[in-house]
């Protein structure tokens, strides 16, 4: 979306236009199985793979106070590709335009940043625990585990996370990968999925509406008859 906006005041300008959304007419691609796993959980099941349905949801309910579901980003500044930042980030927040240089001043923070966010919303979560985490990007599964492992020491769960893989793998390199990886502590399901946009070899696992069916099958299996 950044990308078209190479001046700071156009795309304020832009956005301060009522009725601006880049996604009213379709869903943004890494929201979207996100979206279709929330109205599958949601009983919505014949919905998964509507688009009117998915982009319903994306505008009015995804990531929304109040609401039923949170959005929380491992590296909380957009990218405009996988290599850069971008101009306008780079420039107002002082940041590196290269990745793997915004990584090394941001990660370490942020990761503990977001284990102390999760392990506080399950201490106070009694009356509405924390059901379901869905983390995807096949390159930040380190990332996700090691997050996951420390909340697991804050709320003082003894061991390491223990986790299954998904069923139909993918063959890469002659050798099967699972599309996605979960796991389940306090009663919460972790999900480590693809990217949304997988390409090339891992394309068939990429975390789409087939993979979005098979979380809300495992979500359904632990907890029939509980609405998100």
């Given at each position: 979306m950044l990308g078209q906006f190479h001046d700071l005041k156009q795309l304020c300008e832009k956005l301060e236009k009522p009725l601006y959304n880049p996604q009213n007419d379709k869903p943004q691609c890494t929201w979207r199985p996100l979206c279709s796993v929330m109205l599958g959980i949601g009983g919505k099941l014949d919905k998964m793979d509507d688009v009117q349905a998915i982009i319903d949801y994306q505008i009015n309910k995804l990531g929304r106070i109040p609401g039923d579901s949170l959005l929380a980003e491992l590296l909380p500044v957009p990218k405009m590709s996988s290599a850069c930042v971008g101009p306008i980030p780079?420039?107002?927040?002082?940041?590196?335009?290269?990745?793997?240089?915004?990584?090394?001043?941001?990660?370490?923070?942020?990761?503990?940043?977001?284990?102390?966010?999760?392990a506080k919303r399950f201490a106070l979560g009694q009356d509405?625990?924390?059901r379901l985490i869905v983390g995807y990007g096949k390159g930040s599964w380190s990332d996700f585990e090691a997050i996951f492992q420390e909340v697991r020491q804050m709320l003082k769960e003894d061991g390491l996370m223990k986790y299954n893989d998904g069923p139909d793998p993918g063959m890469v390199h002659d050798r099967p990968l699972p599309p996605f990886r979960w796991a389940k502590m306090k009663?919460?399901?972790?999900?480590?999925?693809?990217?949304?946009?997988?390409?090339?070899?891992?394309?068939?696992?990429?975390?789409?509406?087939?993979?979005?069916?098979?979380?809300?099958?495992?979500?359904?299996?632990?907890?029939?008859?509980v609405t998100p």
């Open positions: 780079s420039r107002v927040l002082g940041i590196p335009d290269d990745i793997d240089k915004y990584r090394q001043i941001v990660l370490r923070d942020r990761k503990r940043l977001l284990a102390y966010m999760l509405s625990p924390p009663g919460c399901l972790f999900m480590l999925t693809y990217h949304p946009t997988a390409r090339h070899e891992f394309e068939s696992m990429r975390f789409g509406t087939p993979v979005a069916k098979e979380i809300v099958n495992i979500y359904n299996e632990h907890f029939k008859g």
